[in-house]
T-cell receptor
Framework: AQSVTQPDIHITVSEGASLELRCNYSYGATPYLFWYVQSPGQGLQLLLKYFSGDTLVQGIKGFEAEFKRSQSSFNLRKPSVHWSDAAEYFCAVRGRAGNMLTFGGGTRLMVKP | DSGVTQTPKHLITATGQRVTLRCSPRSGDLSVYWYQQSLDQGLQFLIQYYNGEERAKGNILERFSAQQFPDLHSELNLSSLELGDSALYFC??????????????FGPGTRLTVL
């Protein structure tokens, strides 16, 4: 069965600092990988996705993520965090033969002024 | 705005009751998914419908059921509600229900509180 681990439950960074949110997955082959963001009281918005090809993927709002097969990781990065980035971030995987998304537990990002 | 709509936004009810949550997918999307987000279990996949037919089932309780109608909107029915059913219920939709490259777009959710 597929699973996703987000080791950091909470992360606090200063505005303007760089950010890396960790995501590790367990799956027998290369899955489809996603990062979603959930602002308070909002639904989930897709930040970026990896299906195949270039392992460094660009997303919206200046985010990027890198797929590393050898480490079963798909970490999310942003070079300079803005106060509006404060939210909860979810990594998700989907098997290539199925449709259901399996989510990690989420990482809550707080941004200090 | 993802284009997926869910009603109601909030629902407060008592234990033992039954409620219906409604979802309208994005225009042109044939597949609808339901997810539950709770403090205990996190975000969990419940069930998927594609063009009116059940396609995949996840951790959905027997007290819960869903259907997708000919106009492609979907309803999630929760019965004999328990305190532990309090959660945020998301609907998502995608263009197809087939395996492969397709994204799921999420609605704003329905927050269910069982008292």
């Amino acid at each position: 069965a597929q699973s996703v681990t987000q080791p950091d439950i909470h992360i606090t960074v200063s505005e303007g600092a760089s950010l890396e949110l960790r995501c590790n997955y367990s799956y027998g082959a290369t899955p489809y990988l996603f990062w979603y963001v959930q602002s308070p009281g909002q639904g989930l918005q897709l930040l970026l996705k990896y299906f195949s090809g270039d392992t460094l993927v660009q997303g919206i709002k200046g985010f990027e993520a890198e797929f590393k097969r050898s480490q079963s990781s798909f970490n999310l990065r942003k070079p300079s965090v803005h106060w509006s980035d404060a939210a909860e971030y979810f990594c998700a995987v989907r098997g290539r033969a199925g449709n259901m998304l399996t989510f990690g537990g989420g990482t809550r990002l707080m941004v200090k002024p | 705005d993802s284009g997926v709509t869910q009603t109601p936004k909030h629902l407060i009810t008592a234990t033992g009751q039954r409620v219906t949550l409604r979802c309208s997918p994005r225009s042109g999307d044939l597949s609808v998914y339901w997810y539950q987000q709770s403090l205990d279990q996190g975000l969990q996949f419940l069930i998927q419908y594609y063009n009116g037919e059940e396609r995949a089932k996840g951790n959905i309780l027997e007290r819960f059921s869903a259907q997708q109608f000919p106009d492609l909107h979907s309803e999630l029915n929760l019965s004999s509600l328990e305190l532990g059913d309090s959660a945020l219920y998301f609907c998502a939709s995608s263009e197809t229900g087939l395996a492969g490259v397709n994204e799921q777009f999420f609605g704003p959710g329905t927050r269910l509180t069982v008292l």
